[in-house]
Every structure is written in structure tokens, then in C-alpha cells.
Nanobody, 124 residues
Framework: QVKLVESGGGLVQTGGSLRLSCQGP????????LGWFRQAPGKEREFVAA????????IYSHSVKAHLFISRDNAENMGYLRMNNLTPEDSAVYYC?????????????????WGQGTQVTVSS
């Protein structure tokens, strides 16, 4: 089964930054919108951000809009989530996914390909 691969997670102190990466084969990466989701222990998976295929349209969760930024490099089949000014509330497993549409969605059911997740832990 085709899967995406996330990397870049780790342990960081409050106020720190990380950049998550997402890579996949061409047939799983485009021309599809890219999304990032996260799941904290004991909580449901939640939407973080999504970006259209051409990068013209973005959607952010209200809780992350000010300090998380999604981007992509279609030529390299790469997606990114830049996270600044992290807090312990951002600690979670982060997943990237691609949907069957060029337009972004905050609905996880719209996404067909997923990665295995990368752990982000923010210490206080």
C-alpha cells in the first residue's frame, strides 16, 4: 500500500520551532491537496492545515493559524509544516495526507494517502 513518509519530529522546548517534512511517490502526491493532522494522547485526530495542489488556497485550524505554516514543493513531491513558538499543547503525533482533490479540506475522510506519523513533544 502506498504511503507517505513524515520526518522532522522530535523534542523541543516551549517557544522552539520545528519543520516537519512529508514525502511520497508521485502517484500519491499529486495533483492532490496536502493536509496535516495531529493526534494527542487520549484525543481524536484533529485537522491542522491543508494546502491546494497549486498552493493558492490554504486552510488552517483556528488554534494553529498564528504559528504553523504549510507549504509544498511539487517538483520534489514534498510537503512541509513549519511550526513556530511551540507550546506543550502542540505535542502530538503529526500526520500528513493527500486527498483525491486539488482543493484543500479539513475533513480527514477526504484524504486517501497517509503517513505513519511523526512525534512532536514540546516540553514546558
Amino acid at each position: 500500500q502506498v504511503k507517505l513518509v513524515e520526518s522532522g519530529g522530535g523534542l523541543v522546548q516551549t517557544g522552539g520551532s520545528l519543520r516537519l517534512s512529508c514525502q511520497g511517490p508521485g502517484r500519491a502526491f499529486g495533483p492532490y491537496s496536502l493536509g496535516w493532522f495531529r493526534q494527542a494522547p487520549g484525543k481524536e485526530r484533529e485537522f491542522v492545515a491543508a494546502l491546494s495542489w497549486f498552493g493558492a488556497t490554504t486552510i488552517y485550524s483556528h488554534s494553529v493559524k498564528a504559528h504553523l505554516f504549510i507549504s509544498r514543493d511539487n517538483a520534489e513531491n514534498m510537503g512541509y509544516l513549519r511550526m513556530n513558538n511551540l507550546t506543550p499543547e502542540d505535542s502530538a503525533v503529526y500526520y500528513c495526507a493527500t486527498s483525491g482533490s486539488r482543493l484543500p479540506s479539513n475533513d480527514s475522510s477526504a484524504y486517501n494517502y497517509w503517513g505513519q506519523g511523526t512525534q512532536v513533544t514540546v516540553s514546558s
